[in-house]
């Protein structure tokens, strides 16, 4: 073989690969109180349209879940929760879910979140709706789901900060994606206005 010829199949191969990576269906689980915890921690924030392209990596998006919790008692609160869901909703490709947080002991807590996106993250799945999921959490309890998805044939990808994801979760996972090596990409500068409110 000539090298005329090598570099023709070389470039063969990346036109090959390019497109059956354009084919492959993405969606994308975020863990609102889980990313937003370890972003406040960091004192950083996210452009969540940057974020999912980032990971999305150029393949088939279907459409990303966002999975957030509030106060309703909040006025404050709910306002800004209306104004993130808006952004990310009129800009296309987010289906928000926000989901109230509930008073026990005397204060409020988030609940409901995580049996939110599994259940959509199993449903899609069993209607084959997807190739990889890629979750946005560090979260050990969604293990099983994990496996769950795996199970149906599908790929799972877990993207958070190394130090804050639980180890069985990155282990169990097709993939880890450490953010920390992509927010210098994502990372959002001076004040938004779709920032989330606090959990």
């Given amino acids: 073989m000539t090298g005329g010829e090598g570099e023709v199949l070389n470039r063969m191969e990346e036109v090959l690969e390019r497109l059956l990576k354009s084919q492959e269906r993405v969606m994308i689980f975020i863990d609102g109180p889980n990313l937003y915890g370890q972003l406040k921690q960091l004192g950083q924030k996210v452009d969540y349209f940057k974020l999912v392209k980032e990971l999305a990596e150029g393949r088939r998006l279907i459409r990303t879940y966002m999975y957030v919790t509030y106060n309703p008692r909040d006025e404050e609160e709910k306002r800004k929760m209306v104004s993130f869901i808006r ?94 090596y992509i927010m210098n990409r994502v990372r959002l500068s001076g004040k938004s206005s779709f920032s989330p409110p606090t959990p």
Avoid: C, H, Q
């Fill in 87 to 180: 952004v990310l909703e009129d800009g296309g490709g987010f289906n928000v879910k926000a989901i109230p947080k509930r008073f026990r002991n005397g204060r409020w807590i988030e609940k409901g979140t995580d049996v939110s996106l599994v259940t959509d993250m199993l449903t899609l799945a069993y209607n084959d709706a997807y190739d990889t999921a890629i979750l946005v959490s560090g979260d050990t309890d969604f293990v099983e789901a994990v496996r769950a998805v795996k199970a149906r044939g599908k790929k799972v990808e877990v993207a958070m900060f190394s130090n804050a994801v639980g180890e069985e979760l990155k282990r169990i996972a097709d993939r880890f994606v450490p953010l920390e």
